[in-house]
């Protein structure tokens, strides 16, 4: 090997080990984080509006009971519903999940944590995360925050309804998802946007 081809051998070696190191912490730029945010907030609220439509019908219909029938038979098959409707992949998560098929993964806990240290230093939960999670895939975090209704089924012991208890217990004994108070910060919706969605920038 030339000298010259040497040295671009080892600035490449030094390109790849650099890329690899920064992983997920890569820095996305400006356009990029704008357009995931666009993707995200639309999928999002997609999301939460058809959840909280059904669940409100839910607990109008059959009281905090019937709705807990609601959230832990149809909350994941509407999830599959409206991830199929807006055509990117989304999930519930949290630090403190309740069913364990919500768990977060590594990146995610990461974007929780961030979520929750930023709050405890400031008092006021962040704006929306983006990360890069691979390399084809942008992911979009958008903190939840629990309403006083949501305390008949997360809040603590004595807003929870006995018969909600019961049913929680029995379904989830793992349960981690109850002790919250109203403005809590109780976990995250997930996005994901291929980077082909973004187009070039
Ligand atoms: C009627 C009871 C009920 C109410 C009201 C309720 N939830 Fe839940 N929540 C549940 C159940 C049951 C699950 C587990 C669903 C499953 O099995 O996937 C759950 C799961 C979640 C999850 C997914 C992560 C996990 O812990 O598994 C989030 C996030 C969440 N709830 C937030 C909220 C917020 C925010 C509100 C208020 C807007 C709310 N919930 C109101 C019963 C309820």
């Given at each position: 090997m030339d000298r010259l081809a040497?040295?671009?051998?080892?600035?490449?070696?030094?390109?790849?080990?650099?890329?690899?190191?920064?992983?997920e912490e890569e820095e996305v730029p400006a356009e990029v984080q704008e357009a995931v945010i666009a993707i995200g907030s639309s999928a999002s609220d997609a999301l939460l509006h058809t959840l909280m439509a059904n669940l409100t019908a839910a607990m109008q219909e059959n009281g905090a009971a019937g709705a807990i029938e609601f959230c832990s038979t149809s909350a994941s098959g509407l999830t599959a519903?409206?991830?199929?409707?807006?055509?990117?992949?989304?999930?519930?998560?949290?630090?403190?999940?309740?069913?364990?098929?919500?768990?977060?993964?590594?990146?995610?806990?990461?974007?929780?944590?961030?979520?929750?240290?930023?709050?405890?230093?400031?008092?006021q939960l962040p704006g929306p995360l983006v990360l890069k999670a691979g390399r084809d895939e942008y992911r979009f975090y958008r903190p939840?925050?629990?309403?006083?209704?949501?305390?008949?089924?997360?809040?603590?012991?004595?807003?929870?309804?006995?018969?909600?208890?019961?049913?929680?217990?029995?379904?989830?004994p793992d349960d981690m998802a109850t002790g919250y108070s109203a403005g809590d910060?109780?976990?995250?919706?997930?996005?994901s946007v291929p980077a082909d969605r973004i187009g070039p920038t």
């Amino acid at each position: 090997m030339d000298r010259l081809a040497r040295t671009t051998f080892m600035l490449l070696l030094a390109g790849i080990v650099a890329s690899c190191g920064a992983g997920e912490e890569e820095e996305v730029p400006a356009e990029v984080q704008e357009a995931v945010i666009a993707i995200g907030s639309s999928a999002s609220d997609a999301l939460l509006h058809t959840l909280m439509a059904n669940l409100t019908a839910a607990m109008q219909e059959n009281g905090a009971a019937g709705a807990i029938e609601f959230c832990s038979t149809s909350a994941s098959g509407l999830t599959a519903e409206v991830v199929r409707e807006v055509g990117v992949d989304m999930k519930r998560t949290s630090l403190r999940y309740r069913n364990p098929a919500n768990a977060p993964d590594e990146q995610e806990i990461k974007a929780l944590r961030h979520f929750q240290s930023v709050l405890s230093e400031t008092g006021q939960l962040p704006g929306p995360l983006v990360l890069k999670a691979g390399r084809d895939e942008y992911r979009f975090y958008r903190p939840l925050t629990l309403a006083p209704p949501c305390l008949r089924c997360h809040g603590s012991a004595g807003e929870v309804d006995p018969t909600v208890q019961a049913i929680l217990d029995e379904r989830y004994p793992d349960d981690m998802a109850t002790g919250y108070s109203a403005g809590d910060f109780r976990g995250v919706i997930r996005v994901s946007v291929p980077a082909d969605r973004i187009g070039p920038t």
